[in-house]
């Protein structure tokens, strides 16, 4: 069993590394556009709540919540939650964060494919994230000679790496429908929507980060477990 420092560590060490430097980027862009207020003093709040009466999404609910970039869409609820950061602020920084929770709320409303995926499979990857890292230990320590636990507990660690993938369309795609709803319905002027595009673009790296960093512990899992079920 290697519970000691081996050479597959560097792979947590570099997805560690990853998810910071996309942490600090994201934290950078948005302080840098949270400073510039948009030219016509529209609020987070009042843009999310345009969007959805433009979007004829009537079911759909704007909440303020606490924290700093907690926003968040609850399809099962039909919540929209704005951080106090966004909701109250007038910002560029604010008014695209907004926008991008408001096209989740779209998506949702229009049936898109890979954010119904998604959402059937939270359940599921909740599921296989807990009870991943119990397989596949107890699988090697008691049952090295039938490795089948250990397998079971891989591609269920392997739902968690998936569930990143999926989501990065959603996120995209989210993006791209913030931008064209900002611009359409002429919510922000053309420098404006700039400077919202670097905020969502910084924004949509950490989730390529965190796509990355379950992919690396993925294959350390792999490396360290795979290959003793092979030598098994």
């Known amino acids: 069993m290697p519970f000691y420092f081996d050479s597959t560590y560097i792979l947590v060490i570099i997805g560690m590394f990853i998810s910071m430097l996309a942490s600090s980027f994201v934290n950078s862009t948005y302080r840098k556009y949270d400073k510039v207020r948009n030219k016509k003093g529209y609020t987070g709040t009042d843009v999310a709540k345009m969007i959805l009466q433009d979007a004829g999404i009537n079911d759909v609910g704007v909440q303020q919540i606490s924290g700093d970039l907690t926003d968040n869409y609850n399809s099962h609820t039909k919540v929209l939650s704005l951080s106090q950061a966004t909701a109250e602020s007038t910002s560029v920084a604010a008014i695209g964060v ?5 096209g ?51 591609w269920c660690f392997a739902l968690t790496f998936l569930f990143q993938v999926v989501t990065l369309p959603v996120e995209f795609n989210a993006s791209r429908r913030a931008l064209a709803i900002l611009s359409d319905n002429h919510i922000l002027e053309k420098d404006e929507l700039k400077m919202a595009k670097k905020v969502l673009q910084a924004a949509a790296l950490t989730y390529v980060a965190a796509a990355i960093t379950s992919l690396l512990q993925l294959l350390r899992l792999f490396i360290l477990f795979g290959n003793n079920n092979r030598r098994n």
């Open 98 to 102: 907004a926008a991008h929770e408001c």
């Open 104 to 154: 989740h709320a779209v998506q949702d409303q229009k049936s898109y494919g890979p954010l119904k995926l998604r959402i059937a499979l939270v359940p599921v990857v909740n599921f296989g994230a807990k009870i991943s890292i119990p397989l596949i230990f107890v699988g090697a320590i008691f049952f090295s000679s039938t490795p089948i636990l250990v397998n079971i507990g891989l």
